[in-house]
């Protein structure tokens, strides 16, 4: 029979644990989420205040965004009148369809890093779809 000492086993999968929860948070509250991971009908708004950091973070501009062409995207319907700039995976979905036939347009690359950052999603929880709990599911399954 082979004795296993209990206190270093146990010490072990603590540790594991430890690490597997962690890796599951920063993959869940991490930035450059999939479009998959939010309902059909997934909307969120950002304020004008927060744009600039976001724009700094993800090295865009509003300039740039407005200069995405209109067969690609609407920048018009995008930003309301005070600039506060409303996404919608309705409308960001088709578009990444037709990118590819347009050669990746540099503006809408960062308009896309921006829609799939965690921070402007984190205050509409609801927008989330069940597979982004089957995605952090087969996340800790393969680790």
Do not use: C
Not at 106 to 119: K, M, N, P, S, V
């Amino acid at each position: 029979m082979i004795r296993v000492k209990t206190r270093p086993f146990v010490i072990m999968t603590l540790v594991t644990i430890f690490l597997r929860l962690r890796g599951l948070f920063f993959e869940l509250s991490g930035d450059r989420m999939f479009l998959m991971e939010f309902k059909s009908n997934a909307t969120t708004t950002i304020y004008a205040q927060q744009l600039p950091e976001l724009y700094l973070k993800w090295r865009t501009s509003k300039a740039d965004i407005s200069n995405i062409p209109q067969e690609i995207f609407n920048p018009r319907q995008a930003f309301d009148t005070e600039g506060n700039l409303t996404l919608k995976k309705s409308e960001l979905e088709p578009v990444k369809k037709r990118l590819h036939r347009l050669n990746n347009i540099a503006e809408f690359q960062g308009l896309l890093r921006i829609a799939t950052a965690y921070d402007v999603w984190r205050q509409n929880t609801k927008a989330f779809s069940r597979s982004r709990w089957f995605y952090a599911l087969s996340f800790v399954g393969i680790e």
